[in-house]
């Protein structure tokens, strides 16, 4: 989760991150939205692996009976 957040808002070798395009250009408001639209992003992606561990879980514990 760290890592995904880190590239989001930094970037990577391939892709350019939100600093560089929004580099000091947010106010308080903007930069506060943007802080809670990152966080339930997060919280959603955590929930989607729990849920694609737990299928990947049912999944096998039904192929070995």
């Given at each position: ?61 039904a192929?070995?009976?």
């Open positions: 989760i760290y890592a995904v957040h880190v590239i989001i808002i930094y970037g990577s070798a391939w892709i350019p991150g939100f600093d560089m395009i929004l580099h000091k250009k947010m106010n308080v408001i903007e930069s506060s939205l943007a802080a809670i639209l990152m966080i339930v992003l997060m919280m959603w992606m955590v929930v989607l692996i729990e849920k694609y561990k737990l299928y990947k879980k049912n999944k096998f514990a192929v070995e009976i």
